[in-house]
Antibody, heavy 128, light 110 residues
Framework: QITLKESGPTLVKPTQTVTLTCTIS??????????VDWIRQPPGKALEWLAL???????RYNPSLKSRLTITRDTSRNQVVLTMTNMDPLDTATYYC????????????????????WGQGTLVSVSS | SYVLTQPPSVSVAPGQTARITCGGN??????VHWYQQKPGQAPVLVIY???DRPTGIPERFSGSDSANTATLTISRVEVGDEADYYC?????????????FGPGTRVTVL
């Protein structure tokens, strides 16, 4: 059974950097085709995709937030970490991580694979 | 960047059919995924690659697409289907491909 759980601070101040951790179980971050995405959702608003990291280390970011985001993984701890700099009250949201598993071959991994399992989410509030 | 459009809300009586559209330029050429999100819960994948259904999702949920519109259809709607529904596509039009979500549609069961 695949599970993901997000953790991190519940409250950060404007301009600070936030580090969110996604702890996984039931799959390996290095299994061919596997990946973990981060998505956020401001209160009462729509989902917004942030970033992904694939089994081979490939990373992709939302272009509108790319300069502020860094996604990394610690395979020994089964964790994926998202760092977001220069936090603003508009970044107040529930942050989710999600599992994906897609087709892959020598030319790369299909990035269009669906997000089949999500964590419960963690609410991060940005306020002074 | 690629823009997806969805109606803000759809109302349907129990037992009837709800159709939720997702509009986008030439969306028929892209893979569309659909998610259901109930209040206070994480999203759940209900349709992937336009029309495939994950294990455990009722056959009442189906997907289809045409040139510029993808549609999620919920047949024989139940009260438990009340939720927000989001479509999602991979935008590969720019130099930095990324996932795009639609604005979401709230389904209300009357």
């Amino acid at each position: 059974q695949i599970t993901l759980k997000e953790s991190g601070p519940t409250l950060v101040k404007p301009t600070q950097t936030v580090t969110l951790t996604c702890t996984i179980s039931g799959f390996s971050l290095t299994t061919g085709g596997a990946g973990v995405d981060w998505i956020r959702q401001p209160p009462g608003k729509a989902l917004e995709w942030l970033a992904l990291i694939l089994w081979d280390g490939e990373k992709r970011y939302n272009p509108s937030l790319k300069s502020r985001l860094t996604i990394t993984r610690d395979t020994s701890r089964n964790q994926v970490v998202l760092t977001m700099t220069n936090m603003d009250p508009l970044d107040t949201a529930t942050y989710y991580c999600a599992h994906r598993h897609g087709y892959y071959d020598a030319s790369g991994t299909d990035p269009t694979s669906p997000l089949d399992t999500w964590g419960q989410g963690t609410l991060v509030s940005v306020s002074s | 960047s690629y823009v997806l459009t969805q109606p803000p809300s759809v109302s349907v009586a129990p037992g009837q059919t709800a159709r939720i559209t997702c509009g986008g330029n030439n969306i028929g050429s892209k893979s569309v995924h659909w998610y259901q999100q109930k209040p206070g819960q994480a999203p759940v994948l209900v349709i992937y690659y336009d029309r495939d259904r994950p294990t455990g999702i009722p056959e009442r949920f189906s997907g289809s697409d045409s040139a510029n519109t993808a549609t999620l259809t919920i047949s024989r709607v139940e009260v438990g289907d009340e939720a927000d529904y989001y479509c999602q596509v991979w935008d590969s039009s720019g130099s930095d491909p990324f996932y795009v979500f639609g604005p979401g549609t709230r389904v209300t069961v009357l």
